[in-house]
C-alpha cells in the first residue's frame, strides 16, 4: 500500500507535496471515512433519513470545519482533509471514475436493460442535446444581466451545456435501491448515465474545438461525425 502512494505522490498524481505532507493523511482520510459511513449506517437505521443523503451531509460538514479553521488543532486530520480538497482531478477520472462505471454496468440486468434500451437511448442522446440547448440558452440569459457572464457566447454556453447536461446519478441509484423502486425503473436511470457519457463527451469536443478556434476539421469527434454523416447520405442515394 505504502509503495501505491509513493507512486502516486512521484508522479503527481494524487498533488500533494510531499514535504509537507506524509502518507497518514490520505490512510487517515480513507479511515475517517470508512469510520463515518459505519457510524451514520448504523445511527441512520430508525431514521427516515437516507443514507446516501446523511454521507453527504457528513461530508459537507467535515468541509465547512475545515473551512472555517476548526481542525487547526488536530493536524493530521486537517493534513488528510486537505489532501482529499487538494486531489488531483486526474486521480477522479483515471482511478475512481472507472470503478463506477465499471460497478454499474456489472451489476446491470441484461435482461431489463435491453427491454428499456429504446428508453434509455432517447434519454441519452435527444434528452442530452434537449438539456444542453436549455442551459446554454440559461446562461446567455444570465448574461444579459449579471455583468460577470457578459462575455459567454453560444459557442461556450452549449459547451458549458454539454459539460454539465450528462449526469452521474450514482447515489440517485443507491436511493432508489433503499427505497424499494421497481427493477426496471433503476435500470433505466442507470442505462441512462453510462449511455449520456459518450454523448456529452462527443459534444464537448465539438464545441470545445469551435470555442479554441482549432477548427471543424481539427476535432477527431467532429471529423468522425462529418465522415459518419456523408457515408450514411451515401449510402442511402
Do not use: C
Not at 498533488?15 to 475517517?32: D, Q, S
Not at 480538497?85 to 435491453?114: K, Q, S
Request: proline share 4%.
Amino acid at each position: 500500500m505504502k509503495e501505491i502512494l509513493f507512486y502516486f505522490y512521484r508522479t503527481k498524481l494524487i498533488g500533494i507535496n510531499m514535504e509537507t505532507n506524509n502518507l497518514l493523511a490520505p490512510l487517515f482520510f480513507v479511515l475517517i471515512g470508512l469510520m463515518g459511513g459505519a457510524i451514520l449506517k448504523f445511527g441512520l437505521k430508525k431514521m427516515p433519513l437516507p443514507y446516501t443523503v446523511g454521507l453527504f451531509a457528513f461530508g459537507l460538514l467535515i468541509g465547512t470545519f475545515d473551512r472555517i479553521g476548526w481542525l487547526e488543532s488536530i493536524p493530521i486530520l486537517k493534513s488528510s482533509i486537505d489532501f482529499a480538497g487538494n486531489a488531483n482531478p486526474d486521480m477522479i477520472l483515471y482511478i475512481f471514475l472507472p470503478i463506477l462505471i465499471f460497478d454499474a454496468a456489472y451489476e446491470l440486468d441484461v435482461h431489463i436493460f435491453r427491454k428499456t434500451l429504446t428508453n434509455a437511448t432517447i434519454l441519452s442522446v435527444p434528452g442530452v442535446i434537449i438539456a444542453m440547448l436549455l442551459t446554454a440558452a440559461l446562461m446567455i440569459g444570465i448574461g444579459t444581466f449579471a455583468p460577470s457572464y457578459e462575455g459567454w457566447n453560444w459557442t461556450f454556453a452549449l459547451m458549458f451545456g454539454a459539460l454539465i447536461s450528462a449526469t452521474d446519478p450514482v447515489a440517485v441509484v443507491a436511493l432508489l435501491k433503499e427505497l424499494g423502486t421497481s427493477k426496471r425503473f433503476s435500470t433505466l436511470v442507470d442505462a441512462e448515465s453510462m449511455l449520456n457519457d459518450g454523448t456529452g463527451i462527443v459534444l464537448f469536443m465539438l464545441f470545445f474545438g469551435a470555442y479554441t478556434a482549432t477548427g471543424v476539421s481539427d476535432s477527431p469527434v467532429a471529423d468522425f461525425i462529418i465522415v459518419s454523416i456523408v457515408h450514411y447520405s451515401y449510402k442511402n442515394q
